[in-house]
């Protein structure tokens, strides 16, 4: 009888602590098919930047229920912040991530692992001209790899000492790796990196983005083949 009553115990404990960590996630109906589970403690005002007590914001998503809002993305690539704006809400998802997009001066910090690996972060490449590529998948057929070929040789006659190069991809770290062969290639590969095209507001793909050695953006190029180094 007291070890029923102690397994009972134990099990309203667990289920106490699982109901109150999910008290605060929020499924919001983003389409037919999509449900985006949100934090409701990191939703804020954008006027204020004060956040919104959780009963408020479940009474605004329940009139709502897709609710636009902009994402804030850390050095990692994990939202911390939501900013609400009541007067803004109709813009789908994809312009909301636009506005993220940089066109002048310097580039929002990174810090990333490699698919075997190695930890780099935007700010210790000082000194470097910085060569960030965003595509989806490298064992998709379509996957360009004689554009990233091309680069490499080209990296290769500026000088491989100069240069850090990434590809930021879309797949998981298993797909990157059955895709395309990048033994001797220049380019660190970084994976399941989703949160990344849309903290740096990437909306078409193969992209690719030049720094230069403080970190701040040179240009962008749709099309690789008209990337010369020698400019920079």
Do not use: W
């Not at 309203?12 to 602590?17: H, R, S």
């Not at 609400?84 to 809400?89: A, I, K, N, V």
């Not at 660190?188 to 403080?214: H, Q, S």
């Not at 953006?217 to 008209?226: C, I, P, R, T, W």
């Amino acid at each position: 009888m007291k070890i029923n009553l102690l397994a009972l115990l134990i099990i309203i404990t667990i289920f106490g602590c699982v109901s109150s960590s999910q008290e605060r996630v929020f499924e919001v109906k983003r389409s037919e098919t999509t449900i985006q589970k949100l934090d409701l403690s990191k939703i804020f005002y954008k006027e204020s930047d004060t956040r919104i007590p959780e009963d408020t914001i479940r009474k605004i998503i329940n009139k709502n229920p897709r609710l636009s809002l902009e994402r804030k993305y850390d050095d990692e690539g994990n939202i911390y912040k939501y900013l609400y704006d009541p007067d803004d809400q109709n813009v789908n998802s994809l312009s909301l991530r636009k506005r993220n997009f940089v066109t002048e001066g310097l580039f929002p910090n990174f810090r990333v692992k490699t698919i075997d690996g190695k930890e780099i972060e935007l700010k210790s490449l000082t000194g470097k001209l910085v060569i960030l590529r965003f595509d989806f998948f490298s064992e998709d057929p379509k996957f360009k790899k004689h554009e990233i070929d091309e680069l490499d040789k080209k990296i290769n006659a500026f000088g491989q000492q100069k240069i850090q190069a990434i590809i930021f991809f879309g797949s998981s770290i298993k797909e990157t790796i059955n895709g395309e062969d990048f033994t001797g290639s220049n380019f660190d590969l970084v994976a399941d990196a989703n949160n990344f095209f849309a903290k740096y507001g990437i909306t078409r793909f193969p992209f690719t983005v030049i720094l230069d050695e403080k970190g701040n953006l040179l240009d962008n190029f749709a099309e690789s083949d008209k990337i010369d180094l020698t400019n920079y």
